[in-house]
């Protein structure tokens, strides 16, 4: 039987992961280069930090079993704990680890500022690019790719796709994949109800302060996120031309545009925020995905695996959304695995058990669970194992019954041999513009992608400092009565000099 609709981590769940005191308890395994078990080895703590409910908790029912070709997957205990007991039957050294979470990059970037220590963490692209700027990373080992591993399933499995991304962006002249593994990726987009928004206002981030949409759109509330749709809307006209979009250089001239910091962007940006601020319904991080559900708002900016819960959690209330990507421009975005200077250091027992727990997450078919119970896409695409592939089938392939459906081709991503037939999905018509587009966007989605690079000092300072503006003060909402006092004030005060300078040089 096909299941349709993933859980995501359940209201109970997340009760059941405070009351047991999840995010900080000790739960085991452990990695080694050596060939040989070491039993005497010293018990290693592993201190992870990874985003809110983006890890497979486990405890699923019998029915939410996976039933794959190749064999069934169900996720009886939390991911963290099932590593722990494959570290340990696999290379006896116990590992505890440590699992706490963040919110946002700027929560986890505060945490490690105030002190807070960890070994290994999992930011997002700009983050990983910004921590290796400031020489804050171990970079991953030579093992560590050594495909001739059998344990090593992230060098085998990773999507070519995403390897060479992580290989042809550099800080600094070291690559990412010097120092990250990637997790989960995705593009950004537009959530939207079909019955009351049209495909073609959607497909644009002018939608955010669109006035047919007031009150019933929302927008991320964090800094790059929305400086990055703000530039997408400001130059949507030259995004979209013709003469840009078949420039010879047109992925780097994309790249550069939408990472504008120029002090015209800034305020451009800034006054553009404004008005989405009074347009939208809400600056939110999360509660966008509820507020769609229920039908608060129309058209909410997000994250592609977030739009996947959104869209599921509504089908089942009989509410069927769509998921837009921008013409404009979409940010690809990934979260990635590093290792910690502060944390790791040069002990070598933590940086292997480190390594272990990026392997073990992905291994294809924990890879599938950790999908499966976030709904957000792992990079990992399986290499010579067809299960990652297979649950993409068995998530979006269409019934024999079925009769509009369209073949969509997903070999961007499962090979480096694009004009491969062999991973092409017949599913329902319906899915090319819906969850399956939200989980593997089409080539076409993938070409107009542009990743947030990383910005200096000089120039986070500048966009923060748009962003408080924002925020805090918007100088649309003063009302006319409020410059009219002012600027009576003003003139009074002006009067008033006059007269004294007057006064003093007739004394004088």
């Known amino acids: 039987m096909k299941k349709k609709i993933r859980t995501g981590m359940t209201l109970a769940a997340t009760v059941a992961l405070a009351v047991s005191g999840y995010p900080y308890a000790s739960l085991t395994g452990s990695y080694a ?6 039993t005497s080895a010293k018990e290693v703590t592993l201190r992870v930090c990874n985003w809110e409910e983006y890890i497979d908790l486990g405890d699923w029912d019998e029915d939410e079993t996976i039933d794959l070709e190749s064999g069934d997957i169900i996720g009886e ?22 699992y706490s979470t963040f919110g946002t990059n700027e929560d986890l970037y505060n945490m490690l500022t105030l002190g807070d220590v960890y070994d290994l963490v999992c930011p997002s692209e700009y983050m990983i690019m910004k921590l290796m700027a400031e020489d804050r990373l171990v970079p991953l080992s030579d093992h560590f790719f050594d495909e001739t591993d ?21 800080i600094n002249g070291e690559t990412w994949g010097k120092y990250a593994a990637g997790y989960m990726w995705g593009l950004t987009g537009i959530v939207y109800n079909p019955e009351e928004v049209s495909e073609e206002d959607a497909r644009s981030w002018k939608i955010l302060d669109n006035p047919d949409y007031k009150r019933q759109v929302t927008i991320k509330d964090n800094v790059r996120d929305s400086y990055f749709a703000a530039v997408g809307a400001l130059k949507s006209d030259l995004l979209t031309s013709d003469s840009f979009r078949n420039d010879p250089d047109y992925r780097q001239k994309l790249v550069d ?54 869209m599921d959690q509504a089908e089942e209330d009989g509410v069927f959304l769509d998921y837009a990507v921008p013409e404009e421009s979409t940010n690809i975005y990934f979260d990635g695995w590093v290792m910690l200077k502060s944390g790791i250091g040069e002990d070598k027992d933590k ?20 999908m499966y119970y976030i709904g957000y896409t792992s990079v990992i695409s399986g290499g010579d194992d067809p299960r990652v592939f297979e649950y ?9 019954e079925e009769e509009e459906t369209v073949d969509y081709d997903l070999a961007y991503f499962f090979t480096e041999d694009t004009d491969s037939e062999d991973y092409v999905i017949t599913a329902p018509a319906e899915q090319a513009r819906r969850q399956l587009y939200a989980q593997y966007p089409d080539a076409d989605a993938m070409e107009r992608s542009s990743i947030m690079i990383y910005f ?18 918007n100088i649309h909402d003063v009302p006319a009565w409020i410059w009219t006092i ?14 004294n300078m007057k006064k003093k040089h007739t004394q004088n």
Request: net charge negative.
């Open 77 to 98: 205990n939390s991911m963290v704990k099932d590593f722990e007991e494959w570290y340990y039957e696999t290379y006896g050294v116990k590992v505890n680890v440590e």
């Open 351 to 370: 940086q292997q058990a480190a390594e272990a727990f990026i392997n073990f997450n992905s291994r294809p078919d924990n890879a599938i669970r950790n």
């Open 33 to 38: 280069f050596a060939e040989e078990k070491d």
């Open 456 to 473: 200096d000092d000089a120039q986070n300072q500048a966009i923060n400092q748009m962003w408080v503006s924002v925020r805090c003060f």
């Open 486 to 499: 002012t600027a009576i004030l003003v003139i009074v005060i002006l009067v008033c000099l006059i007269r």
């Open 150 to 170: 059998e344990n090593n399933y992230y060098s085998k499995g990773v999507s070519p796709y995403i390897r060479n991304i992580f290989e042809n962006n550099e």
């Open 257 to 310: 545009e939408m990472n504008d910091t120029s002090p015209e962007t800034i305020q451009a940006v800034q006054d553009y925020l404004q008005d989405v601020k009074n347009n939208a319904y809400s600056f939110e991080t999360d509660s966008g995905k509820a507020d769609m559900i229920t039908g608060k708002v129309l058209a909410n900016y997000q994250w592609s695996g977030d739009a996947v819960y959104t």
């Open 392 to 400: 993409a089938d068995w998530n979006y392939g269409a019934e024999d």
